[in-house]
C-alpha cells in the first residue's frame, strides 16, 4: 500500500493548519504594504505630472527654485545633525557610543 507523502504545499492546500493561517496573514500584510507604496509613488507620479504640465502651459510663470546654502551653514547643520557641536568638551568615538 502507498501512501502519499505531503508536504508544505499540501498543508497549504488544504488551508486547514494553523501554518496556513499565519501565512495567509503575512501575505495580505505584505499586498497591503505594496500597495500603500505603490499608491504613494503614483500621489508622487501625480504630482510631477501637475508641476510640469503648468510649466508646459505657463513657461513665464515663475518656478519654485532650490534655496541656496553656504559651506558654513552645511557643515553647522551636520555638526547639529552628528552631534559634533563645538560648544563642550570634545567627546571620543568610544564616549559617543557608549555614553
Request: aromatic residues 6%.
Amino acid at each position: 500500500m502507498a501512501t502519499k507523502k505531503t508536504d508544505a504545499r499540501d498543508q497549504l492546500d488544504a488551508g486547514s493548519s494553523a501554518t496556513s493561517t499565519e501565512i495567509n496573514t503575512l501575505v495580505v500584510k505584505s499586498l497591503t504594504n505594496l500597495e500603500e507604496k505603490v499608491e504613494a509613488i503614483d500621489w508622487k507620479l501625480w504630482e510631477i505630472y501637475n508641476i510640469i504640465k503648468s510649466y508646459v502651459e505657463n513657461p513665464s510663470a515663475p518656478q519654485p527654485s532650490q534655496p541656496s546654502a553656504n559651506a558654513t551653514d552645511v557643515a553647522q547643520e551636520l555638526a547639529k545633525l552628528l552631534g559634533n557641536s563645538d560648544s563642550g568638551e570634545k567627546k571620543s568615538v568610544v564616549k559617543k557610543l557608549f555614553g
